[in-house]
């Protein structure tokens, strides 16, 4: 996938965006419980490579907090 990471402020808004979407939705079904599972997603393909930035994924607030200390 893309390395957004590396990329502009721009795109890493658009990485913070879209980290905390998905990774909200995901909690609520249950998708993802840890960070096995996070790079299970990593390697599904390129849009779910993003989600795998983000370390843990064990509740939305823990969500947020991570993206927040990261990305902020």
Do not use: W
Not at 19 to 26: E, F, P, Q, S
Not at 27 to 41: E, N, S
């Amino acid at each position: 996938g893309t390395h957004l990471l590396e990329g502009s402020c721009q795109q890493m808004a658009f990485l913070k965006k879209l980290c905390l979407k998905n990774a909200i939705r995901l909690v609520g079904c249950g998708g993802i419980t840890d960070a096995t599972a996070a790079t299970r997603q990593q390697k599904a393909g390129a849009d779910e490579g993003q989600m795998a930035t983000v370390p843990y994924f064990r509740g939305d607030k823990a969500v947020q907090q991570i993206i927040q200390e990261q990305y902020a």
